[in-house]
């Protein structure tokens, strides 16, 4: 009796410690995002008098009306192609991992191409050809230039993704697929009606990945996009805050900066502030996945 109370003190211990570093973690993650919405709402001049803080300096939403009369309609636009692509791009990626995965996830006696096909996506993580031959491949024979599927395409596959995947049709029971065949169905039917159900963990956590890559890119729009009516939410914030900084630092307008001040620091963070939103906004429907997309397969039993 006595020993079972020490080992239900020793794990009431070891869950407090738990719970007490996850939250200084939650703390560590939440403080920056917090702060970036503080510093939107406060005035210019006290933020570069007195830096960053934890409450509003003089609160403001002179920032937010700045951004919207002079990037309103381009901010809306931006927007528009962000969702365009985590939406177009995050189905077509999982449908091009799901395929890839499924394939090679089969026994050689079923699809003796598979573990070809896994060499081949596993060497393309070890060695690349670089940016050079990508920025040539993608415009000069694929058209992906200043057109809505540059930033789509490049994004097609995934390596370590369709690994994740993988794991998850690794783990269907080969007993359901096999009455499944009994019973005539294809491989198409047996794709979508046994593998992709069992796999929704996994699915729906490699889902929630992508749209968080694709929401958050930026290289694409950099490297293959100059119209600025293609120009994604991440562009457009890089855009503005280059715009800003050129005049700061532009010496024919040093007499004017005495009597105009640029929300230069509350502008990024207000951007900051409108490209987080979603994704805050979304996560948390997705959150009870992230995990057990991740660790199935790695334990069995």
């Known amino acids: 009796m006595k020993k079972q109370q020490e ?44 830096g960053f803080s934890l409450l509003p300096r003089k609160p403001t939403l002179e920032t937010y009306r700045f951004i919207m009369e002079n990037k ?12 365009l692509c985590v939406i177009i791009g995050t189905i077509y990626s999982v449908a091009v991992m799901s395929l890839f995965a499924y394939a090679t996830a089969q026994k050689k006696e079923n699809f003796r191409f598979a573990n ?7 060497f393309t993580m070890i060695f690349s050809g670089g940016l050079l031959p990508w920025y040539i491949l993608c415009t000069k024979y694929y058209g992906l230039q200043n057109n809505i599927w540059a930033l789509i395409l490049p994004y097609g596959m995934n390596v370590f993704y369709m690994f994740v995947l993988k794991s ?15 019973d005539g169905a294809s491989d ?9 159900p069992l796999a929704k963990v ?33 562009k457009l914030l890089y855009n503005m805050m280059a715009n800003i900084s050129a005049l700061l630092t532009n010496s024919s307008l040093q007499s004017a900066k005495d009597h105009i001040v640029l929300p230069s620091n509350t502008a990024r963070m207000a951007m900051t502030v409108f490209t987080v939103l979603p994704v805050l906004v979304f996560y948390p429907f997705a959150q009870k996945y992230f995990v057990k997309g991740i660790t199935v397969g790695a334990v069995k039993g």
């Open 7 to 50: 080992t239900q003190s020793r794990k009431t211990k070891e869950s407090i410690l738990c719970y007490v570093i996850v939250g200084i973690m939650a703390v560590s993650c939440f403080l920056p995002l917090w702060i970036a919405f503080v510093a939107s709402i406060s005035d210019e001049t006290a933020i570069v008098s007195y």
């Open 72 to 83: 309103g309609t381009m901010l809306l636009r931006a927007y528009g192609i962000s969702f």
């Open 116 to 122: 070809s096909l896994s060499f081949f996506a596993w």
């Open 168 to 182: 998850n049709f690794k783990a269907v029971p080969e007993e359901l697929v096999e009455a499944a065949k009994i």
């Open 188 to 196: 198409a039917r047996v794709f979508f009606s046994v593998a992709l």
């Open 202 to 234: 996994g699915l729906v956590s490699v889902i929630l990945f992508m749209a968080l890559q694709y929401w958050n890119d930026f290289y694409l729009s950099l490297y293959l996009i100059t119209k600025t009516d293609l120009y994604t939410l991440q």
